[in-house]
């Protein structure tokens, strides 16, 4: 269907012819023909009459279809309108006329805005259209000028070429190369300008052979190498370059030609200019650990990996690239290639982790509370003493009566904060007490009045001087009958501990934890002692102390109670304590409430550790996770490598394996709650062993028995203990299943008691040798059916049958055995008193001679104990 439209007449008619064509094959097919039909489509226009006018008229046909349009009178005016518009037009109100005037006017106004929009649009675009021509015309005047500076510099190198010609010699004649427009055999290039045939005469009567080219001649060689301007537009050839498809590629008549780029090299090439130049060796600072492959030698120094295996095999060494090499094979190389060396090591990873002290500016120093740390032996009343400082009852918490945790606890007097630390009492826990005095700023000893100094309160004596802390001495149970505070100064001089009342330096408070009796006294002295140490440490920055006590906690994981030295603790830093790191979640204070922040001498608890952390390990805020990991895989490594190496590395401790190896050991698995614990129990264990038996820990560790623990004693047949922790019921079920023995306790005295026992059970029975008496043969005698029977008379002590016996001939033991047979007279006696006779037969043994001694004894096995 095609529109007719634009071949319509001018003279109004509005018709549209519309054609129906077929197909253009379609009269090929058989019963098919070609036809056309025309459509005429009638266009009608309604016009709308001026302000004078009524009814809009109708053009482009009357209302019947068929007519013509009325042509319009001159000026513009339309003919009358016909009598049905005028009654339309007759019928509106003069309200009506006004919004058709209106309306009439609005659509001009808007016709006007389209047709200046169109004619702007229009001009814009012939702006831009006419900018892109200028565009391209001077890309392409930019074009032709640098072939032309191409074709000149060609033309200029032929003719740098030209050799002279010395007098008496012909000069050769010059061979042009084609030139480019050669090709074309229909336009022959015009003769360069400004020669003539006058020239030509000139040049020929010349006189005499000249010694180098003349002027004219090198001015014409130029003008004739310029490229001439081309009559006719410029043809694709089938060499010109295009863009590289299928077909152009696998077709052979249009071969590409060389690129631009490869005849410039193939021209520097023939003129010797492709000689690269030298580049300056930069010598470079190369950082070199402990150990590194040769290909990450070569990569840091910038040099290839075959330079560097070369130089290495002139050093006699035969390696490839992923060998690795130690630092200062590694030194050598980079020396000798030129470059400086930075050695660094594994352990650097540590470096600027923890702040110098020296390092902090007075500025940033702020007051901080004294830490505190009470002392003491066991049952000599510390954590009453705490308690009624606190005014709590952590004692009652306690298994036993006895402390067996570390604490750390915050109390408030007149304004000021006191940090107490409360270290248990027993033997065992020497190690918690180390990090106690170590921890600390004062240390409290507590004393009984009615006990006096004990073993105990010797090693806290020791610990505190060890980390060089003042001594505070309470005297405590003063109102105990048979205290005696006297005695216990006085038994304090002889570990140098000079209290003021015997004129020493060291204070010393006598206080009641029963009765509360002068708490505010040796409160008063912690603060006088605090103000004359000074103490002080910067309260910004990232913060550092150390790890007090850690435990794994069934619903909240790994916690850890840490004492913040410097610094300020908050949720969300990221912290690395030992092997373990965190990431806190959580800080909560002694009194179990959540804080956001930890300032300096404050002890919280910290939740968020990825493992449960050592006591006693040192803790600090790092800046990211990244280096968070990288510490703790650092350590992690150390010990691995540490523990791994179990080899005998000489005869001497090959020779104690040996004699390790015959030793009774007792396997033991412990789990405890909190990790002081368990460290003081494996202790106190370990000291257990002897040299005959020993208890062998298997594993220890921090929470409840799982069913992991139960299947490595399932494997080496060890005794599970449990410290305050119990095993779940799939472990107890295991263990049930499978004969384990899983021992449970809450005080450290029944676990070390318990183990005692049953090493010394496995200790050999000491043989004791009891010597009953002597007996002297006098006779031999050989009965039938018997055998030798020596007569005897007993002349020290006394014989029993069957007891042991030593013939002894000459002063010489020649046989040792039991009596058989003790008879006196005919009569079987059970034993013979000294001064009598007997007789006395051997078993399995029969050479006895007159004169003969025989040396009874009684062998009896005593149980040992450790």
Not at 245 to 257: C, E
Not at 297 to 315: F, P, T
Not at 646 to 667: D, R, Y
Not at 673 to 693: F, Y
Request: hydrophobic residues 35%; glycine residues 10%.
């Amino acid at each position: 269907m095609t529109d007719k439209d634009k071949t319509s007449d001018n003279s109004g008619s509005g018709k549209k012819t519309l054609t129906l064509k077929g197909a253009p094959n379609l009269g090929s097919r058989p019963g098919m023909s070609r036809s056309s039909r025309t459509v005429v489509v009638e266009k009608r226009t309604r016009r709308v009459g001026g302000p004078g006018t009524g009814a809009p008229q109708q053009s482009g046909g009357n209302a019947s279809g068929g007519g013509r349009p009325q042509p319009s009178r001159p000026g513009g005016r339309p003919q009358s309108a016909s009598p049905r518009q005028n009654a339309n037009s007759a019928s509106l109100t003069q309200n009506e006329n006004q919004a058709r005037e209106r309306a009439l006017r609005e659509a001009a106004a808007r016709a006007e805005d389209d047709r200046a929009k169109a004619e702007e649009e229009a001009q814009r675009h012939a702006e831009i259209d006419a900018r892109r021509k200028a565009e391209r015309e001077e890309a392409e005047r930019r074009a032709a000028a640098v072939e032309a500076e191409k074709a000149r510099e060609a033309a200029n190198e032929e003719l740098d070429g030209i050799v002279p010609v010395k007098a008496g010699q012909s000069r050769p004649k010059p061979v042009a190369k084609p030139s480019p427009r050669a090709a074309q055999p229909d336009m022959p290039p015009p003769p360069p300008p400004g020669e003539g045939e006058d020239d030509r005469v000139r040049r020929r009567a010349a006189p005499g052979p000249k010694a180098l080219v003349d002027k004219d001649e090198l001015e014409r060689a130029k003008r004739n190498a310029a490229p001439r301007p081309s009559a006719t537009p410029a043809r694709r050839d089938s060499n010109s370059r295009g863009r590289l498809n299928v077909n152009s590629a696998l077709d052979d008549s249009d071969r590409r030609g060389p690129s631009l780029a490869a005849m410039r090299r193939r021209q520097n090439k023939k003129m010797g200019r492709n000689t690269k130049v030298a580049q300056p060796k930069l010598a470079r600072e190369v950082t070199i650990p402990e150990a590194i492959t040769v290909a990450e030698l070569a990569n840091r120094m910038a040099e290839r990996a075959v330079d560097v295996i070369k130089l290495l095999m002139a050093q006699g060494q035969m390696l490839k690239i992923n060998d690795v090499i130690d630092a200062d094979t590694a030194e050598l190389v980079a020396t000798e290639m030129g470059h400086t060396v930075k050695r660094v090591a594994e352990s650097d990873v540590e470096g600027g982790l923890f702040d110098d002290v020296a390092d902090d500016e007075v500025g940033d120093l702020v007051n901080r509370p004294p830490v505190v740390t009470i002392m003491g032996h066991v049952d000599h009343g510390k954590t009453s003493l705490l308690d009624a400082i606190r005014e709590a009852n952590v004692v009652s918490t306690e298994a036993g009566g006895i402390t067996q945790h570390i604490g750390a606890y915050q109390v408030e007097k007149n304004g000021q904060k006191i940090t107490f630390l409360d270290t248990p009492g027993h033997e065992a826990f020497t190690a918690m007490r180390a990090r106690g005095a170590q921890a600390t700023d004062i240390a409290i000893l507590v004393v009984a009045a009615d006990d006096g100094v004990m073993p105990q309160t010797i090693e806290s004596i020791k610990h505190a001087k060890a980390a060089g802390v003042p001594i505070i001495v309470a005297i405590n149970k003063i109102d105990k009958q048979g205290a005696d505070s006297t005695r216990v100064r006085t038994e304090l001089l002889q570990h140098e501990v000079f209290v003021e009342s015997m004129g020493g330096e060291v204070l010393d408070v006598e206080v009641s934890a029963l009765k509360k009796t002068n708490l505010d006294g040796l409160l008063e002295a912690v603060l006088l002692q605090s103000e004359v140490l000074e103490l002080k440490s910067p309260q910004s920055g990232s913060a550092q102390g150390l790890v007090i006590e850690s435990k794994l906690d069934k619903g909240r994981g790994a916690v850890a109670t840490v004492l913040v030295q410097r610094g300020t603790l908050s949720v969300g830093d990221i912290v690395v304590a030992g092997n373990e790191w965190a990431k806190v979640r959580a800080l909560i204070d002694d009194k179990g409430a959540q804080v956001k922040t930890a300032g300096p001498s404050t002890p919280v608890e910290v939740l968020g550790f990825s493992g449960v952390p050592d006591a006693g390990d040192r803790f600090a805020v790092v800046e990211s996770e990244a280096r968070a990991r990288e510490i703790t895989e650092y350590r992690q490594r150390v010990i691995r490598e540490k523990t791994a190496g179990g080899g005998a590395t000489s005869l001497e401790q090959m020779m104690n394996q040996l004699k390790a190896s015959g030793i009774a050991k007792f396997p033991l698995l412990i789990k405890g709650d909190v990790q002081g614990s368990v460290e003081a129990i494996v202790t106190a264990l370990n000291k257990l062993s002897t040299d005959e038996v020993s208890a062998q820990i298997l594993y220890s560790g921090v929470g409840g028995i799982t069913e992991s623990d139960v299947t490595l004693a399932t494997a080496s047949g060890a005794v599970v203990i449990g410290f305050n922790v119990r095993a779940n019921k799939q472990a107890a079920d295991l263990a049930q299943r499978e004969g384990i023995e899983v021992r449970y306790y809450n005080i450290i005295y029944d676990l070390i008691d318990d183990v005692k026992g049953v090493m010394s059970g496995m200790l050999a029975p000491e043989v004791r040798e009891t010597f009953l008496g002597n007996a002297e043969i006098l006779e031999v005698f050989n009965i039938s059916k018997v055998g030798k029977v020596a007569g005897c008379r007993i002349t020290d002590g006394m014989v029993e049958r069957g007891a042991g016996v030593r013939l002894i001939r000459d002063n010489v033991v020649i046989h040792e055995g039991k009596l058989s047979t003790l008879k006196r007279f005919k009569d079987e006696v059970k034993e013979v008193q000294s001064g009598q006779e007997c007789g006395m037969a051997f078993e399995k043994y029969e050479d006895m001679r007159a004169g003969d001694v025989i040396e009874c004894y009684r062998v009896e096995k005593v149980q040992r104990t450790l």
